[in-house]
C-alpha cells in the first residue's frame, strides 16, 4: 500500500487521558502535515514537518499536543490531558517537494483520519 | 470574519445534472487554489489544483478562479451518483502548500 496509513482509525478516551497517534507517511514524501477536523468543518492546520524538522506550529496547538517525526518517516501526534473540545478527526497527510531550482508541489495525500471521542 | 467562506449546502442534484461549488475568500495572498473531494470516513482527496487566475479543466471537473472578485467555482459536468461526497477548496500563498486554509466543506448528493 503506498497510502498514507493512520494508527488507531478511532480512540475513545477519557477526559484527562493522554492519546497518542501514530502517521505513516508514503515512503518518498519528505514533508509531514497534521490537521484537525471537526464536524461541518474543513480540515485546520496543526502543524508540519520537513524531514525530521518541525518547521511550522499552528496557535491551535497548545501546550498539551506535541508531534515527533523522529529519523523523518513516521510521525507522532500526542495529546496530554485529553478535554472534550479536542474531540475531532486527526489527518495526517504527507507530500513531495522537490529541492533545488524551481519547488514543485503535487499536492497533498491525506490519510484516513484517527477519530478521537473523549468522554 | 472566516479566511474562506464555504455554502454548506447540502445540494441535492439529479444524475446528469452541472453542479456548480463556490468558496469566496478575503486574503488576497492566496495564489494557489484547491478542490478536495472528501467520502464519508475517509481524508480529503485532490481533485483540482490551479494557480493564479484562470480556468483548469480535467474530464468532468472544471475549476475557475477569479483572484479580482476573490471567488472561485468547481463545476462538475454529467454529475453520477458516485460524485456524492463533501467538497473542500482550499488555498495558500505559498506554492510548496506549507499550510492550507480549508473552506467549510458542500455536501453534495447526486440522485440516480
Known amino acids: 500500500d503506498t497510502g498514507v496509513s493512520q494508527d488507531p482509525r478511532h480512540k475513545i478516551t477519557k477526559r484527562g487521558q493522554n492519546v497518542t497517534f501514530r502517521c505513516d507517511p508514503i515512503s518518498e514524501h519528505n514533508r509531514l502535515y497534521w490537521y484537525r477536523q471537526t464536524l461541518g468543518q474543513g480540515p485546520e492546520f496543526l502543524t508540519y514537518?520537513?524531514?525530521?524538522?518541525?518547521?511550522?506550529k499552528s496557535r491551535l496547538l497548545s501546550n498539551r499536543f506535541s508531534a515527533e517525526r523522529p529519523k523523518g518517516s513516521f510521525s507522532t501526534l500526542e495529546i496530554q490531558r485529553t478535554e472534550q473540545g479536542d474531540s475531532a478527526m486527526y489527518l495526517c497527510?504527507?507530500?513531495?517537494?522537490?529541492?533545488?531550482?524551481?519547488?514543485?508541489?503535487?499536492?497533498?495525500?491525506f490519510g484516513s483520519g484517527t477519530r478521537l471521542t473523549v468522554v | 470574519q472566516k479566511e474562506v467562506e464555504q455554502d454548506p449546502g447540502p445540494l441535492s442534484v439529479p444524475e446528469g445534472a452541472i453542479v456548480s461549488l463556490n468558496c469566496t475568500y478575503s486574503?488576497?495572498?492566496?495564489?494557489?487554489f484547491m478542490w478536495y473531494r472528501q467520502y464519508s470516513r475517509k481524508g480529503p482527496e485532490l481533485l483540482m489544483y490551479t494557480y493564479s487566475s484562470g480556468n483548469k479543466e480535467d474530464g468532468r471537473f472544471t475549476a475557475q478562479v477569479d483572484k479580482s472578485s476573490k471567488y472561485i467555482s468547481l463545476f462538475i459536468r454529467d454529475s453520477q451518483p458516485s460524485d456524492s461526497a463533501t467538497y473542500l477548496c482550499a488555498m495558500s500563498s505559498s506554492g510548496s502548500a506549507r499550510q492550507l486554509t480549508f473552506g467549510s466543506g458542500t455536501q453534495l448528493t447526486v440522485l440516480p
Open positions: 497527510a504527507s507530500s513531495a517537494i522537490i529541492a533545488g531550482g524551481l519547488t514543485r508541489w503535487y499536492g497533498y495525500t
Open positions: 486574503n488576497s495572498a492566496f495564489q494557489y
Open positions: 514537518f520537513q524531514n525530521e524538522a518541525q518547521l511550522e
